[in-house]
């Protein structure tokens, strides 16, 4: 829709009489007001709604050998309410993760994120992002989730995590910094 | 416009009975008449497209360089024959502006090189490096793509956001790289409400 509407003309020229003008203008009024709710609720259909946040600082320590959430303090957590009728919902993790240790080559970390509140979403823990291992990995994982697997009108909150598997080697020689993480609700 | 348009109420209420009946009706129809007009004004001014994409810079193959700046921090590419920065005017209204990179590097040595890029225009917090996108380490190559996401209120709309690519030095044991395929992009989201 690139040019403008032709919208009717009202008949406010049909009518002298005031009893015949009453039922008009209670009639119009009715319609018009239905149809002005119904351009808002089009327009709706192409709303953008997003949320983001920044990691601040790093776990002291890393625990291990289970998927853990970074605290509020450390990576503040979005919050987005699902809008109704949304299509999808596209999230993308940004990290860096490194490991540096040469003595622990077979470490490996995961950054990832999980879904709370207003979500059905199986199988989060999958959504591991990168691994570091003697190595520097810096990239964004986008995903795009359906809208059918969240609640319209509840609050989501994105939980940026972590796993750590020192695989028998103590929690050292490794860093995740630089995170980044936002959602986009495309309704 | 961050929310639905406020459109007039019909005065409904405001009819006691027939005597005014007339009256009143000339006064929705007119009210009618501004909604249709801001309505059109509204579709005028958002053109149907989502968002807007500007011009990316790239390479398609894959190129040897020397890495300018010191060890640990982002400095801007000021190779032209590598990468350009790209700039878009953001649209008003508008509802975002998302940075991408894409790219792959091989670099010698235990750590290697990283790229990444900044945004930099009005309102947007200055952050040089801190979305870098990829490295290379030990001989390997590694591609990735890194995405960014400036919020509205981060955003002056009307006004140019420049996307800078950047690379830095992970150490000082290599000061060159090949880089392969790197692209830069930047999509400014209207604000359709």
Partial sequence: MSNPISFVATPKDLTTDNADAYDAFNQQGAVTDANFERINTYLRGWKLITAKSTQVSEPSPYLTNAWTDFT????????????????????VISGVVEHFNP???????????????ANSVPDQPAYWLLRGQWSQTM????SFFPGSQFTAGGTLTLIPRYYLNPLGFTSVGHTIYSGNIFAIALV | MTGPMTFLSSPKPLL??????VDAFGDVSAIAA?????????????PNAPFVHVGQSQISGWEYRTVSGTTGGFVDITDATLLTPITITLPNPCAGLLGVMIGNVVASGRLGVAVGYRLSG?????????YATAIGVNNQQYGASRLYLALASELV???QVTLYPQW??????????????????MYAFRDTL
Avoid: K
């Fill in chain 1, 103 to 117: 003595a622990h080559t077979d470490q490996y970390l995961h950054l990832a994120y999980r879904f709370s509140g």
């Fill in chain 2, 168 to 185: 830095r030095l992970e150490n000082a044991i290599v000061d060159y790289a090949y880089v392969g395929a790197l692209q830069i992009h």
């Fill in chain 2, 122 to 130: 009005p309102g947007i917090p200055t952050a040089v490096g801190a």
């Fill in chain 2, 34 to 46: 501004d909604n249709y007009s801001r309505f059109n004004t509204y579709l005028t001014n958002s």
């Fill in chain 2, 16 to 21: 006691p009975d027939q005597c005014d009946a």
């Fill in chain 1, 72 to 91: 509020a303090g450390q990576w503040p957590r979005p919050t987005i309410v699902i809008p109704a009728r949304m299509n999808c919902l596209m999230v």
């Fill in chain 1, 139 to 142: 990239a964004s994982r986008v």
């Fill in chain 2, 157 to 159: 709309p009307g006004q």
